[in-house]
């Protein structure tokens, strides 16, 4: 099992980014996905999720209107588009995956907005 998140990186403030999640191991069709971040010195913070069934996506107040999440479950992939990004953005993403009783988390991939 693994979810390898990519596509984080250095951006400048108002910026955009993109990032992926793969998973392979197991089919991600009947699990609902996330993504967290973690900031320097703070705990996790759930920022999406996304259901398996009727897609409904939420936001934490913090992304909403910037952050889309997607998903592909053909393509076994969980998206998180990321527009007007800003400094306090700054944190390790992670994506999470969850089905009763079993949960998996990705290794992270870091993102940067400067000022």
């Known amino acids: 099992v693994q979810l390898q998140a990519s596509g984080g990186g250095l951006v400048q403030s108002g910026g955009s980014l993109r990032l992926s999640c793969a998973v392979s191991g197991f089919s991600l069709e009947s699990y609902g996905v996330g993504w967290f971040r973690q900031a320097s010195g703070k705990g996790r913070e759930g920022i999406s999720c996304i259901s398996s069934a009727d897609r409904i996506s939420h936001y934490a107040d913090s992304v909403k209107g910037r952050f889309t999440i997607s998903r592909d479950n053909a393509k076994n992939s969980v998206f998180l588009q990321m527009n007007s990004l800003k400094p306090e953005d700054t944190a390790v993403y992670y994506c999470?995956?969850?089905?009763?009783?079993?949960?998996?988390w990705g290794q992270g991939t870091q993102v940067t907005v400067s000022s």
């Open positions: 999470n995956a969850k089905r009763f009783p079993y949960e998996y």
